[in-house]
């Protein structure tokens, strides 16, 4: 019998986790073979190739290559180097994960070569379009056969929008899988220590949010609230390509560095970076995934943003949105020990890449191929 070739698109930070423990289980079927696509989105050391190293995964069979630009530029740049690779090797289906540019990219040549697509993280929504990862989202949901959700939120926004009951699948929290595939070389990193941080003693930032700091007034603001927290708890804040770009630019990048009790460093590896969550007293953060990852954990986390697309967390875990203003009494709050514990949600196990398997088997057991 044929194998099924399954292409799996890897692109941006983000992204590698959610696909790697999918390749690892994958990688184990006699019924399918992998190709592992990874489109360039992110390309420095420390956003792509660390986590390669981490997460185990081999070198890319295609590297797109495609790099930074305006969202026109990148997108379509992703579009133009992925047809090529499907019109070449044509895959017998697409998985796209989260919700980056490269996500929508590689769904839409997928779409228009009539190659089936698969979106792992389908069904979460913002309600906010100003994000470019919420058209991202709607666009790419739109258009895929299969759409594993990782929530029952989820399923009810695809249902909103009309997306038939047949192709939604909860198969629960892929991100929540590398974290238990990695736990043990997450807890021997003690990353804390290199930054002479006590465990429970400090907090972890990470900004990088178009909304935070592209604008001046916004970063600024940013750079004085931090200051205040870190009056009150050492912090120490992974900053972000885009981040350190837009502080060299508006000049406070100087001011930031030298606040009493906070640390810089340069983007972690996922281990490393785990390491300082899972014993931080609480994360400051605008990511989409440190809020997934601080509910599973229960570890405090203060989401600076007016919304989220992963509302769960809110009202099952640990995340609260907030305000640059908010974030000292916010913080009090969590060394005051009033922060609520949160539950798990369900199929946030560590089994979601099993249940993705079975269904893609299941997919390609109903089609008909004579
Ligand atoms: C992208 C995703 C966002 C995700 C984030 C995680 C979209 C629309 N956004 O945003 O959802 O949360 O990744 O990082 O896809 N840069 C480097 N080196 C790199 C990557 C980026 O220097 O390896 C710099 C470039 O100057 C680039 C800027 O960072 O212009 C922004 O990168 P880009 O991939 O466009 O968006 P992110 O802000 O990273």
New binding site residues.
């Given amino acids: 019998m044929r194998k099924h070739i399954i292409q799996l698109v890897a692109?941006?930070?983000?992204n590698f986790m959610k696909i790697a423990p999918l390749y690892h289980v994958l990688k184990t079927e006699n019924w399918c073979e992998l190709a592992l696509v990874h489109t360039g989105?992110?390309?420095?050391t420390?956003?792509?190739d660390t986590f390669f190293a981490d997460l185990n995964l081999p070198d890319p069979d295609y590297n797109l290559g495609v790099?930074?630009?305006t969202?026109a530029e990148?997108t379509a740049g992703v579009m133009i180097a992925h047809e090529r690779i499907c019109l070449e090797h044509r895959p017998d289906i697409v998985v796209v994960v989260?919700?980056?540019?490269?996500?929508?990219a590689c769904s839409l040549v997928a779409a228009k070569l009539h190659i089936p697509i698969a979106h792992l993280e389908a069904g979460l929504r913002s309600g906010d379009r100003k994000?470019?990862?919420e058209i991202?989202r709607i666009v790419t949901d739109s258009i895929c056969d299969i759409l594993w959700t990782p929530s029952p939120d989820a399923d009810e926004n695809l249902k909103g929008e009309g997306i038939p009951e047949a192709r939604i699948i909860r198969v629960g929290n892929i991100m929540i899988d590398a974290f238990e595939q990695l736990r043990r070389q997450v807890e021997k990193q003690n990353t804390p220590k290199r930054f002479g941080l006590k465990p429970a003693g400090y907090g972890v930032a990470t900004i990088?949010?178009?909304s935070n700091v592209d604008k001046p007034a916004m970063l600024e603001l940013m750079v004085k609230k931090l200051g205040a927290v870190a009056k009150l708890t050492p912090i120490i804040f992974a900053v972000?390509?885009?981040t350190?770009?837009s502080l060299i630019r508006n000049g406070l990048q100087d001011r930031l560095s030298e606040l009493p009790g906070l640390q810089l460093c340069e983007?972690l590896s996922y281990v490393e970076f785990m390491s300082l969550v899972t014993s931080a007293q609480f994360v400051i953060t605008d990511?989409?995934?440190i809020q997934e990852e601080t509910t599973y954990l229960s570890i405090p986390c203060l989401t600076v943003r007016d919304t989220t697309e992963r509302p769960i967390t809110i009202t099952q875990g640990t995340n609260r949105l907030t305000q640059w203003e908010s974030l000292v009494d916010d913080v009090k709050e969590v060394k005051a020990g009033k922060w609520p514990k949160g539950v798990r949600p369900e199929y946030w196990d560590g089994e979601t890449a099993h249940r993705v398997a079975k269904s893609l088997k299941e997919f390609f057991d109903n089609r008909d191929y004579s």
């Fill in positions: 692109a941006a930070r983000p989105q992110h390309y420095d420390n956003m792509s790099g930074s630009g969202h990148q989260g919700d980056v540019n490269s996500t929508l994000m470019p990862e991202n990088h949010r178009p972000h390509p885009r350190r770009a983007p990511s989409g995934g």
